[in-house]
């Protein structure tokens, strides 16, 4: 809920950004980090430290997003 409550006024109010680009990125990255969570077995430490640093990759993987939208605006 939080997410979406960040993705959402940031299409819609900043002017400088491509919105369409941003939500089609953005779903793909959630459906992305959906489909690995369905895999990850709670009981494989390794596992639970993959899956760990798959969402760290999604965080920094933001950093390209943003100024490829703005750059696409």
């Known amino acids: 809920a ?5 993705a959402v006024p940031g299409c819609l ?3 400088s950004v491509n919105p369409v680009f941003l939500v089609i ?4 990255a959630l459906g992305l ?3 690995r969570s ?4 709670l ?5 639970i430290a993959q ?3 798959f969402i760290w990759k999604l965080f920094f993987l933001e950093y390209l997003i943003f ?6 605006a």
Not at 38 to 41: F, P
Not at 43 to 47: H, L, Q, T, V, Y
Not at 67 to 72: D, E, F, I, K, Q
Request: net charge negative; glycine share 6%.
């Open 2 to 6: 939080c997410y979406v409550g960040m």
């Open 38 to 41: 369905l895999s990850v077995d």
């Open 51 to 53: 899956f760990y640093q």
């Open 67 to 72: 100024p490829a939208a703005c750059l696409l």
């Open 13 to 15: 109010w900043l002017g």
């Open 43 to 47: 009981e494989d430490k390794s596992a």
């Open 33 to 35: 980090m959906w489909w």
């Open 25 to 28: 990125t953005h779903l793909a």
